[in-house]
T-cell receptor
């Protein structure tokens, strides 16, 4: 099992739709969780952090489910500009310290 | 407010050569991390520098080494290049006192090894 897993997609949705992605992780002791967005041939950009109590920023909601070891990202009222790859990053233990471990990303395509 | 800058943007090397990539962090940031991103994959953590020392390291061989300078800029060196080292190399900066996962990435250096 990969340490951080994401469905690569693509998720193909119409404008205005609600879409959700999950990211599963292998280490129950992980403490830090974030979502990044990466446009084609560009660098990743920080989207939002994921707290135990959940986190909402406009149309975006991030949730953490420690029992099932996954984080989620919900996008409401999708816009064309939301088309991108969404990367999760989780702190995973390696050699006695925790290092940031990215998933391979989930591709989202929002069409008119 | 200057963001993270990296140089060069593209580089072509042959197997066995050595390469040096450079990064300047975002203004106010003192921590630099390096990542390798292969096509279709997420960034893979190479190492992180803080106070001119390697603070953390991912699962990369010793051929990958780095340095951080007193002005917080950083270099990534790769020796004895392999075809498999072809990738986008990303630098990310953060603050040493904040959450290191709140990072700002540079545009990357695309390395092609032939």
């Amino acid at each position: 099992r990969k340490e951080v897993e994401q469905d690569p997609g693509p998720f193909n949705v119409p404008e205005g739709a609600t879409v959700a992605f999950n990211c599963t992780y292998s280490n129950s002791a992980s403490q830090s969780f974030f979502w990044y967005r990466q446009d084609c041939r560009k660098e990743p950009k920080l989207l939002m952090s994921v707290y135990s109590s959940g986190n909402e920023d406009g149309r975006f909601t991030a949730q953490l489910n420690r029992a099932s070891q996954y984080i989620s990202l919900l996008i409401r009222d999708s816009k064309l500009s939301d088309s991108a790859t969404y990367l999760c990053v989780v702190s995973l233990e390696a050699g006695g310290s925790y290092i940031p471990t990215f998933g391979r990303g989930t591709s989202l395509i929002v069409h008119p | 407010d200057a963001g993270v800058t990296q140089s060069p943007t593209h580089l072509i090397k042959t197997r066995g050569q050595q390469v040096t990539l450079r990064c300047s962090p975002k203004s106010g940031h003192d921590t630099v991390s390096w990542y390798q991103q292969a096509l279709g994959q997420g960034p893979q953590f190479i190492f992180q520098y803080y106070e001119e020392e390697e603070r953390q390291r991912g699962n990369f061989p010793d051929r990958f080494s780095g340095h951080q300078f007193p002005n917080y800029s950083s270099e990534l060196n790769v020796n004895a290049l392999l075809l498999g080292d072809s990738a986008l190399y990303l630098c990310a900066s953060s603050t040493g006192t904040g959450n290191p996962y709140e990072q700002y990435f540079g545009p990357g250096t695309r390395l092609t090894v032939t």
